[in-house]
């Protein structure tokens, strides 16, 4: 089902469990009628990812599970309350194991909550219901125009940094992590590959299993033998600033058309 | 007027002053013990032991005394009480030779109490076992034990006036012998209180909180197991549905160790397991935390392989672990959380079980966390004496420790058979 009727709307996810934070961003871009452009891990994050978001873009919905292993059994609902209400704040949604918590969430204004385990048919009745309050809540015209590239959260250590989609080179799986190299460094994000690739990561290509590049910052495409590589990144392999990228066996030919495809000055082979 | 003097000695509580001044406390012991021997609630000096009594079943029953003690019966008990019963007669008869300077009223007094307190103790005795038979409660109890009393003490009375006018003594007018009989069975009915339901009342206090203990650790380990608790039980269905697109072998994995759990909580109820199977358990709740919380928790085992067939108390670990992950490791700042679980014996025979985090510390441990802590210490000190457990914590994390004495551990196989008998009766 698409969005037609107005624009995606602009999604957070705050939700503690790597599973559930990448299929609930799965799910929610699955739908085809959110953007997810925030997903993090603990309650910290989601203040300061809401706090940043309300001074640019401003989102339109936040999905907040309620309890936190590390911040305590009902830290969700402590952020919900802390959250300022007003026309432009996002609506929320509580994501939790038991309706109990609704009775009390509905008192704070949340709109819906979804109950684990999540489906596809009720993250779409949410964003339906959803839609609809934002569109009852803010006049039609000033709808906010539909959201360009949306920006991207990542983290170092305590520190959240929020990336334009220009400046990303690659995203990469190693070691049950997920890391975005970027022309400010290299950061974690709380988010699988797939759930990426599904979300803001459309405009990017997974090369590899675990590798999603950038194809604009792509500077180099490298055969040797049976390995092929990319090189992403500002500047050339040598002596430039960037990542070496693996390129999976049976998908080399796939990238090497992907990028030769709006090229010139190579005789096509 | 004889009598009347000797009551009038006795209204000072002459004879069983002693005891009751000396002890007390045993005095106050008995009443309150008395109430709870009569299902209201124990309330035993040493602190309130059991909230919640069970109405009370006929304590002479076998269960009561041997299921956990095996020390005392009603025999003995019975014994025990006559044995008080004789020695405050002898007590009060010797006083009255010492104290009345007519021997002949000290004989009729001596002999009058060699006749009547038997016939009061076995029809107190006998109205005592009524009592519990028909479950009455404690005041109708107290208070047909003194009716009862105080009907024999009448009788007995008016048969000392009858006696005594008989055979001429010197004795009390006859509405003097009556009240005397009277009181004095009240009396005796204190001293019968004192001499059969004490000392069977702390005994079934103790057994009584001892089962209450045991209740309450089985409910406890109900809890445990259903640690498969909803909560986790739904996030981890979540977790596992997020993981079936991306990495449906994780998923799968996931599902095995659910299932194992699963099977696990559905198993009899066997208060004990081996170290090995303990830990088994462990390792597949803690793979399922690990896969839930990516690149923030990281187990590792240390286990002696000497202690894997110890049997322990089941999942006695398991709030130790919870605690580690949930207060500690997951509360590390930028991710990094590991958790150690180690056990292995030290030095003078002692086994240790040891929880380890990297976390901030829990300088501020929130109330229910310490639930679960709670229980392990509760656990360990009613199976265990000797054992300890201990919390250390700092900025670099905290430590739990179980030490167990080894020579406890190796009884564990017979305390299984204890405690399932106490389980089933």
Known sequence: ?269 | MPLRSLRSDEGASGAYRPWDAARPHEYDQGMTAIKSDLGIAIKHPRGPVAAVVVPVDVPDAPQAGDSVSGTSTPWRRRLFGSAVATVAVLLQAGTQFYVIPDKSRAIVSSVYLAIEVPILMVALSATHAWALRRKVSSLRALMAGSFVAGAIGTVGGIVLWLVTQRFGLRGPLLEKATLFGLSFSQLYFGIWALAFVYPFATEDARVRALEADKLRSMAELSRLRAHLEPHFLLNTLNAIAGLVTEEPREARRLIACLGDLLRDALRDDHEYQTVKEEIAWLKRYAAILEARHRGELLFQWDIAKELSDVQLPRLLLQPLVENAVKHGALRRKGGGGEVTVRAFVEGEGKALFVVEDNGPGVSSRPRNGTFGLESVRKRLSLRYPGSDFRLTSSAEGTISTVEIPRAALSNSAAATAAGVKVAAS
Request: overall charge negative; charged content about 25%.
């Open chain 1, 1 to 269: 089902m698409r969005a037609d009727e107005g624009g995606r709307l602009r999604a957070l996810v705050v939700e503690d469990e790597w599973p559930a934070r990448n299929y609930l961003v799965e799910l929610l871009h699955g739908s085809g009628l959110a953007d997810v452009v925030g997903a993090v891990g603990d309650i910290e994050s989601a203040r300061e990812a809401l706090r940043v978001e309300s001074t640019t873009l401003g989102l339109d919905v936040v999905f907040v599970d309620v309890q936190f292993a590390g911040d305590g059994d009902e830290a969700g609902l402590d952020l919900v309350r802390s959250m300022t209400p007003g026309p432009r704040s996002p609506a929320v949604v509580l994501a939790t194991a038991f309706e109990k918590h609704a009775l009390e969430a509905f008192g704070l204004g949340v709109v819906d909550y979804l109950l684990k385990p999540f489906t596809e048919e009720r993250v779409l009745q949410c964003l339906l219901r959803v839609r609809e309050r934002r569109a009852s809540l803010v006049p039609p015209g000033t709808v906010p125009a539909p959201s360009g590239p949306s920006r991207i959260v990542a983290r170092r250590k305590n520190r959240l940094v929020f990336l334009d989609s220009h400046e990303i080179w690659a995203f990469e799986a190693a070691d049950r992590l997920t890391f975005v190299h970027t022309v400010h460094g290299t950061f974690d994000i709380d988010l699988s590959l797939s759930a990426i690739e599904a979300s803001f990561g459309h405009a990017f290509a997974r090369v590899h299993r675990n590798w999603l590049v950038n194809a604009a910052a792509v500077k180099e495409f490298e055969r040797d033998g049976n390995e092929t590589h990319l090189f992403v990144g500002a500047g050339l392999s040598d002596g430039g600033n960037g990542v070496r990228v693996p390129v999976a066996r049976d998908r080399a030919q796939a990238v090497r058309e992907m990028l030769l495809a709006d090229t010139a000055g190579l005789r096509r082979v």
